[in-house]
């Protein structure tokens, strides 16, 4: 197994070669520390996650933890799925830091700390939730949109805000406020989507003044101010005087940025060399736009959310991505923000994705490995037998928070990564059943526990949906526990979103900004001519 020593990985980084540096530990592991440009594929879920994360089987990986073990079997495991340039990181996490490096702690860290960037270096202008308030009490010419998804949106606004994520802002703005005399002002849950969206709509020439709302709904709540819930306000769709409007200023921002327009050809000529190249085709569109039509190979990444999060979506550092939506405004501003986080090779598909061969619905992520096993699979009647017969256990394999609000009756939950540690519970003569939410993890867990252990595996096909078709019993809670159930904090978590947890949040991502400038490793620019 070949491995890299921190400083060779610290120069890779630095550089602009291809690398993608994966930290092999489930999610709440990762959270509280990581290297700053490691994307979290825990283990437990490498083969769904891994194809569209690292597309690319010859891109050099490097496979990290923080000494338990994982980053050389997710090495032999990437191995295994026909990925050849995988290399360990000697020492894990504690190594790096030992040779000088800084470890960070939370998700997404260099999009928060883009963020954080931006509001320093460009001076975003912001307003508390307090000023807020007292003008919307006073009846100011102001509108409020909101920069997250939908789904977010509705969780909880601040009241009267309007729904317009991220990469729609400068796409919609002129039309929720045609008056170039009405504020606006711009909010998330935190803080990188307002200063984000805020900066955005400055930098595209947008007339009116605009502002961060500090904090966002945090700020909202710790000021004691009620937020709204279950609004289904959105921003109102782009005109086509509009979007005209938006595109000069898309294509000016753009042009400093440094982005790339590309034609269908040249596309096409970066398919021919995905062997040598990583190739990213990112869909910025809204998830209903993209169902209704999309390019086979695009992958949905809705703008706001590629620069709020973009290690959901791209593992592989100096790989080329090129940004499709279907007027080249939404594409633009966020091809703009990618470029000035540092990626070099950001092209805009010109003129959309217009009468180019489509596909609609929903895109379901391969998952990797399920034609290199054969488990025995159950149907829930067949599994229902063996249960009550004592024949049997149950492994759910499910997202924590799934598995407490529903799971198979008498169901043990286990985190794939740490098995078979816990399976000397269960007689040696019942079969373990594995079950997932739709099968293919239990698939794959059931073939792999079978050959490290010896043991008898099943797994049940169609997995726990199908058992829920089938009337089959279920129940709720977290009394059968194989391995601890942990959870990162999310502030959309009622029952752990307290005062404190609120403020060491927001402190959290402000401070990003100094640990970075100390960790030196980004590339972060701002817009030729600032």
């Known amino acids: 197994m070949k491995t890299i020593t921190a400083s ?3 120069r890779r980084l630095r550089s602009t070669e291809e690398i993608a540096l994966l930290d092999m530990r489930e999610e709440v592991d990762f959270y509280r520390s990581h290297l700053l440009f490691a994307v979290n594929i825990p283990l437990s879920r490498l083969e769904q996650m891994i194809g569209d994360l ?30 050849n340039n995988v290399m360990v990181l000697e020492g ?37 939730a307090e000023e807020l308030h007292g003008k919307l009490a006073g009846k100011d010419d102001l509108v409020i949109l909101d920069s997250r998804p939908f789904e977010e949106f509705q969780i909880m606004s601040i009241p009267g805000g309007q729904d317009c994520p991220g990469a729609e802002l400068v796409y919609r703005a002129r039309e929720a406020a045609p008056n170039p005399n009405t504020t606006i002002v711009v909010n998330c849950a935190g803080r990188t989507r307002s200063i984000i969206g805020t900066q955005s709509l400055i930098n595209s020439g947008i007339p009116n003044k605009v502002m961060a709302l500090k904090d966002g709904t945090m700020g ?23 979007i005209s409007t938006a595109l000069a200023g898309a294509k000016a921002v753009a042009d400093r940025a440094g982005v790339r327009l590309i034609d269908a050809a040249t596309l096409d000529g970066f398919r021919a060399e995905r062997e ?20 086979e190979d695009a992958l949905p990444a ?9 290690d959901r979506f791209v593992a592989v550092r100096g790989a080329r991505l090129v940004l499709v939506d279907d007027t080249e405004v939404r594409a633009l501003m966020t091809a703009s923000w990618l470029r000035q986080m540092g990626w070099d090779d950001v092209f805009v598909l010109a003129g959309g994705i217009g009468a180019l061969p489509k596909v609609a619905g929903r895109r379901r992520s391969a998952m990797l490995g399920l034609d290199r096993i054969a488990p025995t699979l159950v149907d829930p009647a067949q599994a229902q037998r063996l249960l009550s017969q004592g024949q049997a256990a149950v492994i759910d394999l499910a997202d924590p928070r799934r598995f407490k609000a529903e799971h198979i009756a008498g169901a043990w939950y286990a985190v794939r990564s740490k098995l078979p540690q816990g399976l000397d519970r269960f007689d040696a003569g019942q079969t373990l059943l594995f079950t997932s939410s739709d099968g293919r993890f239990a698939a794959l867990a059931a073939a792999e526990i079978a050959e490290r252990t010896g ?6 096909e169609g997995g726990t949906a199908a058992w829920k078709r089938s009337s089959l019993p279920l129940e709720s809670g977290e009394s059968t526990l194989l391995h601890p159930r942990e959870e990162t904090w999310s502030p959309y978590d009622e029952a752990h979103r307290t005062r404190q947890s609120m403020l060491d949040y927001l402190s959290w991502e402000v401070d990003l900004y100094d640990r970075i400038k100390k960790d030196g490793d980004t590339r972060f620019r701002m817009l030729a001519g600032t």
Not at 222 to 229: Q, S, T
């Open 8 to 10: 060779e990985l610290k």
């Open 54 to 83: 690292v597309p690319r089987h010859g891109a050099p990986i490097v496979t990290c933890d923080a000494g338990e073990g994982l980053a050389a079997h997710g090495a032999e495991r990437l191995a295994w799925l026909g990925y």
């Open 92 to 128: 894990g996490n504690p190594g790096w830091e030992k040779a000088g490096g800084i470890l960070f702690a939370g998700a997404n860290v260099p999009s928060k700390a883009f963020g954080e960037f931006v509001e320093h270096e460009y001076g975003t202008p912001h307003i508390t």
């Open 220 to 242: 909202w709540e710790l000021a004691g101010l009620e937020v709204a819930r279950k609004s289904i306000q959105r921003a109102p769709s782009a005109t086509a005087a509009g």
């Open 276 to 295: 040598q190249r990583t190739l990213y085709v990112l869909d910025v569109r809204q998830p209903e736009e993209y169902e209704a039509g999309h390019l």
């Open 302 to 310: 809705f703008g706001g959310q590629l620069v709020q999060s973009t």
């Open 455 to 460: 043991r008898k595996t099943a797994a049940i």
